[in-house]
């Protein structure tokens, strides 16, 4: 079991760019969360998906900020016209049912806006 | 506001000693509590969790202590060794969305 996988581990963006997070779940989990941490607001819910369908996107700021899931072996993170504001480390966890509360997280991509 | 706030951003306790962390929550319907720990450039590991039908939770040297009418819950460490050193993360769930803490950063001196 290698666990959640998260690509790529480093990203580093000229402001404006376009950044591209991918998250792989682990194999049979049917939720999927995003979560965004940085120093000063610390871990930050950002959306969940269940059995690849979006449940709450209620974290995500409304501009810039998509995800999704074409299928049960990844989703994506999408932040387009990058700011400075959006360096931060993305994590993504996955768990075995969406109401089975242990979820298990991914390494976290840093990304840096410069 | 917050609704999971950890007031002590750090604690540092001596080699062999007990260390107590500490989390204070808002929201009455949350039913799971759970310590994560993070190691500096790594992701949460979930520690140890706690539904809220039990007070008490133990695992080798860690158990977790609720309190629902204090709306509390805390971390106690046993026999803490450098290698606890790192930040320590509460979190609730209500329902499938882990609310977290700030983070309290844990230091074991020997």
């Known amino acids: 079991n290698a666990g959640v996988i998260q690509t790529p581990r480093h990203k580093v963006t000229g402001k404006g760019q376009e950044a591209t997070l991918w998250c792989e779940p682990i194999s049979g989990h049917s939720a999927v969360f995003w979560y965004r941490q940085t120093i000063v607001q610390g871990l930050e819910f950002l959306t969940y998906f269940r059995n690849q369908a979006p449940i709450d996107d209620s974290g995500m700021p409304k501009e810039r900020f998509s995800a999704q899931m074409p299928n049960q072996s990844h989703s994506t993170l999408k932040i387009q016209s990058t700011q400075p504001q959006d360096s931060a480390v993305y994590l993504c966890?996955?768990?075995?049912?969406?109401?089975?509360?242990?979820?298990?997280f991914g390494p976290g991509t840093r990304l840096l806006v410069l | 506001g917050q609704q999971v706030k950890q007031s002590s951003p750090s604690l540092t306790v001596q080699e062999g000693g007990i260390s107590i962390l500490n989390c204070d929550y808002e929201?009455?319907?949350?039913?799971?509590f759970a310590w994560y720990k993070k190691y500096p450039d790594n992701s949460p590991t979930l520690l140890i969790s706690v539904r809220s039908n039990v007070d008490k939770r133990e695992d080798g040297r860690l158990t977790v202590f609720l309190n629902k009418s204090g709306k509390h819950f805390s971390l106690h460490i046993t026999a803490s060794q450098p290698e606890d050193t790192a930040v320590y993360l509460c979190a609730a769930d209500s329902n499938y969305q882990l609310i977290w803490g700030s983070g309290t950063k844990l230091i074991i001196k020997p």
């Open positions: 966890a996955s768990s075995l049912q969406f109401n089975q509360d242990t979820q298990y």
């Open positions: 929201n009455d319907m949350f039913d799971y």
